[in-house]
């Protein structure tokens, strides 16, 4: 029910006006005061809805008494009642945020009429408010899918600036310090752990957590101008790395001293370093934590992700952790051939699935540093590199594949280019084996799927599950068969039904904003001009007129 206080010096007033509402308005509840002051001690009580303000009264005038009210709950409406009709009070009411006025005397049907028109707009701001807090909540609920979602089009498919800036604004963080990838490697059989990691990166409101694909967690983390870039992400990865322990605690002392030096643990160089490496890299069986550079932008955060993967490569190092500026670099050799470039040009290899063009690549970088007269253990320690990176491209594909490890070491380069070549052909045919398992309709099969729940929050994860297929693989099916990315195509069949929907007069586009999935009118008529060139309002204007 609805409150409503009378203020008033003159009881006779107070009184005619609380006859003609309640007559008028039985549901009212109503409340006098006889003065400004008791009008703000009764209002903190009795908390009206509205409120009738004589504007001329002894000691606290009512405009006083609607600034102080006003500054205690900015809901209170008010209607000024007085017997000056001046523009001096009305400009003043107005600023205070007075919705309407009555002038002493007023007829019955005017008061009551006057009255019902606030009453009208406050039951109009309860409803909006419902409706925001509905909307609230079911947006607490989809954030984890919008993020899980922008993590994988960001480090796996391009997303639209129109949808990059809703998803942005959704999850309400400051993407203007700069931004790095962090790769969280799990071990076999704790893949249960992806929800603590998820819960411990929300708490610590530092980043956004990707699908877990394989064994590995993508993070986006925002940089804190508060400390310096190897500073917070070191603190990242010793949380993350406390979760492994039951009780919490903060890890061992090797751990330890890494962070404190702020140094992390490259891949040995010496003889014997380099033996240990190059055959039993990967034989950890704990967690590995690889941190990617500072990018500007999240059109650059890609890139910050490759090298995050890298970091990861070797997880039998002490410290569990490796920034991609701590690994070791392969150098560029005497004719000035990048092996850098050639990092991100074997990652691009794989995931497009290049395997002839990768497998030459292999040769060629082989066959220059043979032609140097380099050492051979050195040699196979870097090949093997390029190998770890196209292990983990591929389990960012959902392809499971052992870890690539020598079984010797190589007594030549002919013998190293053989063990290479049956490395890389036991890679392809798990690639292969994966593929033959797809259904050779699967991608028709999601595409419906997605026409059918357009309207619904689905995402690349919850598809995923139900092919059984990574979403960041189902993201490069998309891309790669029907020649758009997964949000754009969600998109044409969420405009595709809002056109239709356009075609009954009845509904209004604040129905048919939420009928086809999205949550804000605004930002609804935005995709829909981007789009269709023209706003909705113009394109039903236009659709109506050539029905009628």
Not at 21 to 31: N, Q
Not at 363 to 389: K, S, T
Request: hydrophobic share 40%; with cysteine; glycine share 8%.
């Amino acid at each position: 029910m609805t409150k409503l206080l009378i203020v008033d010096d003159e009881q006779i007033e107070r009184e005619g006006l609380q006859a003609i509402l309640a007559k008028g308005i039985p549901d009212l509840i109503i409340e006098q005061a006889k003065n400004g002051k008791l009008a703000v001690q009764l209002a903190e009580d009795f908390e009206p809805d509205l409120v009738l303000m004589d504007i001329m009264m002894p000691g606290m005038s009512g405009l006083e008494a609607i600034e102080i009210i006003r500054s205690k709950d900015p809901n209170v409406k008010f209607i000024m009642v007085t017997a000056y009709d001046t523009f001096d009070y009305a400009r003043q009411a107005i600023k205070l945020g007075v919705i309407d006025y009555l002038l002493k005397p007023s007829k019955a049907s005017d008061i009551v009429a006057t009255v019902r028109k606030a009453l009208g707009t406050i039951e109009e701001e309860r409803a909006t408010q419902e409706t925001n807090k509905l909307q609230r909540d079911a947006l607490q609920k989809v954030l984890p899918v919008v993020e899980t979602d922008i993590v994988t089009q960001l480090l796996f498919d391009h997303v639209h600036e129109v949808h990059s800036d809703e998803l942005v604004s959704l999850l309400g963080v400051s993407t203007s310090n700069g931004k790095f990838a962090i790769n969280v490697l799990l071990p076999a059989g704790l893949e249960s752990m992806y929800s603590a990691v998820k819960s411990k990166i929300r708490q610590m409101g530092s980043g956004w957590v990707g699908a877990m694909h394989g064994r590995q967690i993508p993070i986006i983390v925002f940089r804190d101008p508060a400390q310096s870039y190897r500073t917070q992400a070191m603190k990242i990865a010793m949380d993350l790395l406390a979760l492994t322990r039951p009780s919490g605690g903060a890890v061992g002392g090797r751990e330890r001293a890494g962070a404190e030096t702020g140094a992390g643990t490259g891949l040995g160089l010496g003889m014997e370093s380099g033996l240990q490496a190059g055959v039993g890299a990967g034989t950890g069986n704990g967690w590995f934590i690889g941190i990617g550079n500072v990018c500007e932008t999240l059109g650059q955060i890609r890139q910050s992700y490759q090298e995050a993967l890298i970091a990861s490569m070797d997880s039998s190092l002490p410290v569990k952790y490796r920034f991609f500026s701590d690994t070791p670099v392969l150098g560029v050799t005497r004719d000035g051939y990048s092996a850098r470039l050639l990092e991100k040009q074997f990652f691009d290899r794989i995931r497009l699935g290049e395997w002839e063009q990768m497998c030459a690549d292999v040769v060629e970088f082989i066959r220059r540093y043979e032609n140097e007269g380099a050492d051979l253990l050195q040699a196979q320690q870097r090949v093997l590199e390029l190998l770890w990176i196209a292990s983990r491209a591929l389990l960012g594909m959902g392809v499971e594949t052992d870890s690539p490890m020598y079984s010797f070491q190589a007594q030549d380069y002919r013998q190293l280019r053989s063990e290479t070549g049956f490395l890389l052909d036991r890679m392809r045919q798990s690639f292969e084996e994966y593929q033959d398992r797809l259904e050779p309709d699967t991608i028709q099969q999601i595409k419906q799927y997605i026409i059918e729940h357009s309207h619904k929050d689905i995402s690349l994860d919850a598809i995923g599950k139900r092919v059984g297929l990574s979403p960041f693989y189902i993201s490069k099916m998309f891309k790669d068969q029907l020649g758009v990315n997964y949000i754009d195509f969600l998109t044409e069949c969420r405009i595709e039904k809002a056109k239709q929907l356009m075609g009954d007069p009845e509904r209004s586009l604040k129905e048919i904003t939420f009928e086809v999935g999205y949550r804000d009118p605004n930002y609804f008529s935005k995709v829909f001009k981007k789009m269709c060139d023209v706003s909705p309002t113009e394109y039903r204007k236009t659709l109506l007129g050539r029905k009628g």
